[in-house]
């Protein structure tokens, strides 16, 4: 499975972002955990979201609760992070992830996606 991810930007502190990650496999899709997770400099990547094949589970980082959103369309083979209320700390380089299972661990899933930047501005 090869993820795309898109959609970051610059945007001032509590704006919104739509992030986007497309799979290349549609057949499979839905079989699998698609999360995001971030990077900032020189820190280690953490989990941010995820949501389970089917749609009907979702977990998300305790920092992210309540203004972030994820969405998948098993249609399109696409999974999308709706980021609201966008603070400074939010600022790092998104990463789609697809696994087996919904973990917070980044060992957990087998496939990423390139990145994609997202810069808050104070």
């Known amino acids: 499975v090869q993820l795309q991810a898109s959609g970051g930007g610059v945007v001032k502190t509590g704006g919104s972002l739509r992030l986007s990650c497309t799979a290349s496999?549609?057949?499979?899709?839905?079989?699998?955990?698609m999360s995001w997770f971030r990077q900032a400099p020189g820190k280690e990547r953490e989990f941010v979201a995820g949501?389970?094949?089917?749609?009907?589970?979702?977990d998300y980082a305790y920092f992210v609760k309540d203004r972030f959103t994820i969405f998948r369309d098993n249609v399109q083979s696409t999974a999308d992070l709706q980021m609201n209320s966008l603070k400074p700390e939010d600022a790092a380089v998104y990463y789609c992830?697809?696994?087996?299972?919904?973990?917070?661990?980044?060992?957990?899933?087998?496939?990423w996606g390139q990145g994609t930047l997202v810069t808050v501005s104070s």
């Open positions: 949501m389970i094949g089917t749609g009907a589970w979702t």
């Open positions: 992830a697809a696994g087996p299972v919904l973990g917070r661990s980044v060992s957990d899933y087998h496939y």
């Open positions: 496999s549609s057949r499979t899709f839905s079989s699998y955990v």
